[in-house]
């Protein structure tokens, strides 16, 4: 079967050799397909472009091929660089970390205090840090740029558009 989406955004597909109208809705974590007047709940599982599908309490593996997934497929993402920024206004009390340091998840950044309490502002992914944007007794704004940081590269597939 062959999907085809056309310029107004609908989508038609041939099944055995003659054109069906095809509709599809998330709903959930499920697929609510409606195909030549059918409506079918698929349930998916699995990475693209290979996926597992359910439907009707039959099980199939589907293959999902498109020019966009084999681009992100093909092409390992260079490691985007990330900004921390502070959550709320306040007076950094501590700043824990330096560029070239590695950091994990989880493990704490910056120290800013508000209102007499200290928040520990934490990494959000493991990696380098670039730059630290930040020193003890700097006042910063909520949403002001803490570190910049870049992880290891992850090539993240695209989730299929339905």
């Known amino acids: 079967m062959a999907l085809v989406e056309r310029p107004n955004g609908q989508m038609s597909a041939v099944v055995a050799g003659r ?3 095809v509709d599809a809705v998330r709903v959930g974590a499920q697929v609510s ?3 030549d007047g059918q409506v079918v709940d698929l349930t998916t599982g699995g990475k ?3 996926l597992v599908v359910v439907a009707r309490g039959l099980r199939a593996r589907a293959r999902v091929e ?10 390992p993402r260079a490691p985007q660089p990330k900004t921390i920024r502070s959550p709320m206004p306040g007076r950094v009390i501590r700043v824990a970390v330096q560029a070239g340091d ?3 998840t989880g493990q704490a950044l910056v120290v800013v205090e508000a209102m007499k309490m200290e ?3 934490l990494a959000t992914l493991s990696g380098t840090v670039l730059e630290v944007h930040v020193s ?3 006042t910063v704004e909520a949403n002001a740029e803490l ?3 870049t992880g290891p590269a992850t090539a993240t597939p695209e989730k299929p558009r339905l």
């Open 33 to 35: 397909v409606r195909v």
């Open 66 to 75: 498109s020019d966009r997934i084999a681009t992100a497929l093909a092409a």
């Open 119 to 121: 928040n520990e502002v």
């Open 147 to 149: 570190v910049t940081m």
């Open 19 to 21: 054109p069906v109208d």
């Open 136 to 138: 003890p007794g700097a």
């Open 48 to 50: 693209l472009p290979d």
């Open 102 to 104: 590695s950091v994990r």
